[in-house]
T-cell receptor, first 110, second 113 residues
């Protein structure tokens, strides 16, 4: 099945810094999503981005489907950005399942 | 507001007891999912349902059971056969199987004593 790898596994930054999180996948995908899991465990949708670039405030994401990776950019980090960021992919066939990466744990220090 | 509601948020049970976790959605989504998350780990798929009255096993279905009698509801039962039931359980839905965004509930944290 498709493999999803996220890097780095852990990232510690000072408030105000910028960061880039990466998601590599081993096969072509129809869907790709980025989520933020907050300290209470809830998964918040950030981007639904099977290809191209999207921006939402301080966050943006780019998926290069032909090269099988996606990047999540966080600018001017705030302490509320702390948590775990997951990407999830799905190939779109009737037999396929949504596969999650293992996540990047981001800690923003004040 | 539209969304996914999971209950209870926290649950404590003695070993050997079955427990049922509730998941209700008012998004009019056809597909629903149950995931398990262990501390410091990613999400693993337990069961999924593409449409009402239909469901399939995911990657770690042993010791779990589900039903999908209504479009809005997809309860998960953690049976006594599940060897390590203590975990965080997340319910999700999408407009249809394999397409569209996945939306999650707030999760249910189960602790077996």
């Amino acid at each position: 099945g498709i493999q999803v790898e996220q890097s780095p596994p852990d990232l510690i930054l000072q408030e105000g810094a910028n960061s880039t999180l990466r998601c590599n996948f081993s096969d072509s995908v129809n869907n790709l999503q980025w989520f933020h899991q907050n300290p209470w465990g809830q998964l918040i949708n950030l981007f639904y981005i099977p290809s191209g670039t999207k921006q939402n405030g301080r966050l943006s994401a780019t998926t290069v489907a032909t090269e099988r990776y996606s990047l999540l950019y966080i600018s001017s980090s705030q302490t509320t950005d702390s948590g775990v960021y997951f990407c999830a992919v799905e190939r779109g066939s009737s037999a396929s399942k949504i596969i999650f990466g293992s996540g990047t744990r981001l800690s923003i220090r004040p | 507001d539209g969304g996914i509601t999971q209950s209870p948020k926290y649950l404590f049970r003695k070993e050997g007891q079955n427990v049922t976790l509730s998941c209700e959605q008012n998004l009019n989504h056809d597909a629903m999912y149950w995931y398990r998350q262990d501390p410091g780990q990613g999400l693993r798929l337990i069961y999924y349902s593409q449409i009402v009255n239909d469901f399939q096993k995911g990657d770690i279905a042993e010791g779990y059971s589900v039903s999908r009698e209504k479009k809005e509801s997809f309860p998960l039962t953690v049976t006594s056969a599940q060897k390590n039931p203590t975990a965080f359980y997340l319910c999700a839905s999408s407009i249809s199987w394999g397409t569209g965004e996945l939306f999650f509930g707030e999760g249910s944290r189960l602790t077996v004593l």
